[in-house]
């Protein structure tokens, strides 16, 4: 993080201006800052399924999601991990026929409250996407999207230097900002789009396999510049890597594939929540351990 002393008092006060344009209230905890400790409650899931038209996706999910924490989803592909992933920011509003239900809390509120605008949510709440998803801009333009949306005119050029310090690129490309954003490499698009997106100033960052199409050493980046931005921001990360969960998350969320009886319908379950350390060397289900020993995938 870039060492300037101003920063996180105008990072509160940006959030809670977001929070604001969302219609979330803005509770105590949430303005002070570092105030409510590491165990203060981002989101508590309460009995959340999901249906794709009608059929269950995910069943069932109880989980609270800890401020400053890195959250890992790991499960077999198919199991939800995603589905449950977009229920954070509302990102499943965007696909038709889609469909949550139960209690989803941020900050103690209904994220799904009738008073709150899901696109001002998103800010708040953002995402990084599996394939490294760049505007076809220039690489200063690419971050100076959501604040100029947001319609910040002052100050726009350190708020685009620090974004990028933020995300571990800008030594990297602070000599060509005017390039188009597809001339970087891989993981240099990846580290862009976490830089456009802390460029906002959220309060989550949801990142759904975002090293999936990466290389180790841009893998490697990435995984050691989410345990920077856990300082400020809580992450929620979805991997299909376990040692990639065991090395960046401080607990880990395992699911899995159940079938009914008759084995004509299947969706994912939470079946173990725990800290990462306990998940990966003592899990109390006999599923997780088989998962995480490799016994089945
Ligand atoms: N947009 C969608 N429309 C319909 N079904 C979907 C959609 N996205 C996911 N699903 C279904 O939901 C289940 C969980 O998928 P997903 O969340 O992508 O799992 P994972 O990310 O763990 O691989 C799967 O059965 C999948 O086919
Ligand atoms: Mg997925």
């Given at each position: 993080?870039?060492?300037?002393?101003?920063?996180?008092?105008?990072?509160?006060?940006?959030?809670?201006?977001?929070?604001?344009?969302?219609?979330?209230?803005?509770?105590?905890?949430?303005?002070s800052?570092?105030?409510?400790?590491?165990?203060?409650?981002?989101?508590?899931?309460?009995?959340?399924?999901?249906?794709?038209?009608?059929?269950?996706?995910?069943?069932?999910?109880?989980?609270?999601?800890?401020?400053?924490?890195?959250?890992?989803?790991?499960?077999?592909?198919?199991?939800?991990?995603?589905?449950?992933?977009?229920?954070?920011?509302?990102?499943?509003?965007?696909?038709?026929?889609?469909?949550?239900?139960?209690?989803?809390?941020?900050?103690?509120?209904?994220?799904?409250?009738?008073?709150?605008?899901?696109?001002?949510?998103?800010?708040?709440?953002?995402?990084?996407?599996?394939?490294?998803?760049?505007?076809?801009?220039?690489?200063?333009?690419?971050?100076?999207?959501?604040?100029?949306?947001?319609g910040?005119?002052?100050?726009?050029?350190?708020?685009?230097?620090?974004?990028?310090k933020?995300?571990?690129?800008?030594?990297?490309?602070?000599?060509?900002?005017?390039?188009?954003?597809?001339?970087?490499?891989?993981?240099?698009?990846?580290?862009?789009?976490?830089?456009?997106?802390?460029?906002?100033?959220?309060?989550?960052?949801?990142?759904?396999?975002p090293?999936?199409?990466?290389?180790?050493?841009?893998?490697?980046?990435?995984?050691?510049?989410?345990?920077?931005?856990?300082?400020?921001?809580?992450?929620?990360?979805?991997?299909?890597?376990?040692?990639?969960?065991?090395?960046?998350?401080?607990?880990?969320?395992?699911?899995?594939?159940?079938?009914?009886?008759?084995?004509?319908?299947?969706?994912?379950?939470?079946?173990?929540?725990?800290?990462?350390?306990?998940?990966?060397?003592?899990?109390?289900?006999?599923?997780?351990?088989?998962?995480?020993s490799g016994k089945?995938?």
């Amino acid at each position: 993080m870039a060492p300037d002393e101003t920063r996180p008092e105008s990072a509160r006060e940006s959030r809670e201006a977001a929070a604001e344009r969302a219609g979330i209230a803005v509770r105590p905890e949430f303005q002070s800052g570092n105030g409510g400790g590491l165990r203060e409650k981002v989101f508590e899931l309460k009995g959340v399924d999901v249906l794709y038209s009608g059929v269950t996706a995910v069943k069932g999910v109880s989980m609270d999601i800890h401020r400053k924490d890195v959250t890992a989803l790991i499960g077999p592909s198919g199991c939800g991990k995603s589905t449950l992933l977009r229920c954070f920011n509302r990102m499943n509003d965007l696909i038709p026929g889609a469909e949550v239900k139960g209690e989803i809390l941020y900050h103690g509120e209904n994220l799904y409250g009738s008073g709150v605008d899901p696109v001002q949510a998103r800010k708040l709440i953002g995402m990084v996407f599996q394939k490294p998803n760049p505007f076809p801009k220039s690489i200063y333009d690419n971050v100076a999207f959501g604040p100029r949306i947001l319609g910040r005119k002052d100050g726009l050029d350190e708020t685009v230097e620090n974004a990028l310090k933020g995300a571990a690129l800008w030594d990297e490309v602070k000599d060509r900002l005017k390039d188009n954003a597809f001339g970087l490499s891989g993981g240099q698009q990846q580290r862009l789009c976490i830089a456009r997106c802390i460029a906002v100033q959220p309060d989550v960052i949801l990142m759904d396999e975002p090293c999936s199409a990466l290389d180790p050493i841009s893998t490697g980046k990435i995984e050691d510049l989410m345990i920077e931005l856990k300082e400020e921001f809580s992450i929620v990360i979805v991997t299909h890597n376990m040692q990639q969960a065991a090395r960046v998350s401080d607990r880990t969320a395992f699911l899995m594939v159940e079938l009914d009886a008759e084995e004509h319908n299947r969706w994912g379950r939470l079946v173990e929540y725990d800290e990462t350390e306990k998940i990966f060397t003592n899990p109390a289900d006999k599923r997780t351990e088989d998962y995480v020993s490799g016994k089945v995938g």
